[in-house]
């Protein structure tokens, strides 16, 4: 017999369930003890039906494979961990991410699924943080853990445990920030269950079908609306791979059979030898596509697996994007942040008025290890932001992150726990690229060591630029100095790097990339600009140049001069580009 659940019921349980999503990331938050995570807020939390289906959540698809291995060999009171994402068929893409997952029952019955991954501040391997930039292999990257037992039918598996903080730098971090995921896939197992309490295990899964097929209809009208039968194709680079290689093509085709939108990456480079390789399975894959559809076109609809039906993915095997073991994949995020750019770039041809510019375009990195001077180890992690792009409803933010609901870790916190000083945090000028509504700036952040160590980054979109869209400018590329005790000089150091040895009072002057611009800047307000010079984000050459505004010697905009300076580029000009690449690898070696 078939549940029927009426709207409101309906709409009760939707809220209660996006509720109990981010009462998990509240109860990670308070237990964690690392900055990556308790400050960072670097952990991704769902909540799935009995089939392992996301309805609420980051990421999915990955539960039934996990379940698959264990052949229904799912207990109440049991938790599940791994980290290797070789082994979980890319739930997770690097082996600092730990996965946990439980099973959720209702009086004994399975009416469900609670997972939340977090990034590790240390799991072993060759450097401390266990990215390293030069790895040529998954086995240079820290240990690896399959799908296990952490609690079995309730009961500590403390073998696991060890095993996993043995292999640590940090295993104090690690243990808290572990138990901290796994309460927070039990806080959503108790809602669930409260859930089904409150109106019957039969009305609660009828409810989350429901969902399914609210989002699958709703994902079936915008591939109607925005992808073509005809392909539409994109092309953006990564610089490197750590190892000198590079830059590396990411192409990505889509078009519509049908009801079915493709997503095509045939194009796209071989695996690198370095440890860029994302290995992406077809269901993750798909999820991108899909929260990038919804959050572009209709932010309004509910964000889960309900619309997997309706997308083929392609991804030739050995790619950049489906790499074969062992390849390296410690440095993923550089290739996982131009996904999302391959994806604004074509679906804007079809639908520019709605899509994006490209943004700084990985997870920048900062590392800093070392003894102090009582011997103890110490070991700061922290991801650092850059420019987020220039968009049809304004300006892009500066030094944001392009994850949902990360922060930066608070100065107060790096500088009470590490021996460091942080001197200054500030946007770049000219780093956000000129546009109707400007593409956001990078950040410059400083840091003043006190103690010796090592340091080790990891960057991009140093090479390559962010690219503005519909007549928007690209935006500014990253880079990384060292300023030694006593030099005169600032010290050039690559995007990728391990193990920098530093000293007290060395400073690191880590510069993000920005973003690209939306929209023709010789239509942005002349005031706007006016702003932006006097917030230090744009310079006066900057906006003569590139929005063709003149200040008088007050500071205010002269409105003839900048009158006749716009005649005066659109004449050189002629009509804006649809998009502004600054620099293209291909057409560079083509000449």
């Given amino acids: 017999m078939t549940i029927q659940v009426d709207p409101i019921t309906l709409d009760i349980i939707e809220n209660a369930l996006m509720n109990a999503r981010f009462e998990m990331d509240g109860v990670v938050m308070r237990i964690s003890l690392s900055p990556v995570i308790r400050e960072q807020h670097d952990a991704f939390p769902m909540i799935c039906n009995d089939r392992g289906q996301m309805i609420v959540g980051q990421f999915g698809s990955y539960i039934p494979a996990i379940v698959e291995q264990y052949e229904n060999d799912i207990n109440d009171g049991d938790v599940f961990v791994w980290n290797d994402p070789y082994a979980c068929k890319g739930s997770i893409s690097h082996n600092n991410d730990w996965c946990v997952m439980m099973p959720i029952f209702h009086n004994g019955v399975l009416v469900g699924f609670s997972s939340i991954f977090g990034h590790m501040v240390d799991v072993g391997g060759k450097v401390p943080g266990s990215m390293p930039a030069d790895s040529r292999s998954i086995w240079e990257e820290g240990l690896r853990v399959p799908p296990v037992r952490i609690y079995d039918k309730g009961v500590l598996n403390q073998g696991v445990l060890d095993i996993m903080l043995n292999n640590s730098r940090t295993p104090d971090m690690n243990r808290s920030d572990l138990m901290a995921l796994i309460a927070g896939a039990r806080t959503a197992a108790t809602r669930v269950r409260e859930l089904c309490d409150r109106f019957g295990r039969g009305t609660y899964m009828a409810a989350c079908d429901l969902l399914l097929d609210r989002t699958r209809e709703a994902m079936r009208v915008l591939i109607h609306k925005y992808i073509p039968e005809e392909p539409v194709s994109f092309t953006d680079y990564v610089d490197d791979d750590g190892l000198g290689n590079g830059p590396f093509r990411m192409t990505l085709s889509i078009y519509r059979k049908g009801d079915i939108a493709v997503f095509d990456w045939t194009g796209t480079d071989p695996q690198a030898e370095g440890p860029i390789n994302f290995h992406i399975h077809e269901g993750l894959c798909k999820l991108f596509f899909g929260v990038y559809m919804i959050m572009a076109f209709d932010p309004e609809m509910l964000f889960n697996e309900g619309f997997y039906d309706l997308f083929e993915i392609v991804l030739p095997e050995g790619s950049l994007l489906n790499p074969r073991f062992p390849a390296a994949l410690s440095n993923r995020l550089n290739t996982h942040t131009r996904f999302f750019d391959c994806q604004a770039g074509a679906l804007g ?14 997870s920048p990195h900062f590392i800093f290890a070392g003894h102090d001077s009582d011997d103890k180890y110490f070991q700061l992690m922290e991801l650092l932001f850059g420019g987020v792009p220039g968009r049809p409803r304004g300006d892009g933010l500066d030094g944001h992150a392009w994850w949902p609901l990360f922060s930066a870790t608070p100065i107060e916190y790096i500088e009470n726990y590490y021996p460091v000083m942080v001197e200054r945090y500030r946007p770049i000028k000219d780093s956000g690229g000129a546009g109707l509504h400007r593409g956001g700036a990078g950040i410059e952040k400083v840091y003043r060591l006190l103690e010796p ?54 400073s690191v002057i880590f510069r993000t990339a920005g973003s690209g611009g939306w929209g023709d800047p010789l239509d942005r307000e002349p005031d706007l600009v ?30 003839a001069a900048t009158a006749a300076a716009r005649t005066r580029l659109r004449k050189a000009r002629g009509a804006p580009a649809p998009f502004s690449f600054g620099y293209e690898p291909s057409k560079e070696a083509a000449e």
């Fill in 453 to 506: 160590g090592t340091i080790s980054i990891h960057d991009d979109r140093e090479i390559v630029p962010p690219w503005g869209i519909n007549g928007g400018l690209y935006g500014g590329t990253s880079s990384k100095w060292v300023l030694r005790q006593g030099a005169s000089e600032q010290e050039r150091l690559p995007s990728k790097i391990d193990n920098c040895p530093v000293a007290p009072g060395d």
């Fill in 349 to 362: 041809q079809r639908a520019p008025h709605l899509s994006m510019a490209a943004g700084y375009g990985t």
């Fill in 530 to 559: 006016a702003r932006d010079i006097g917030y230090d984000l744009v310079s006066p050459e900057q906006a003569e140049r590139d929005y063709g505004v003149v200040l008088d010697e007050g500071g205010a905009v002269d409105a």
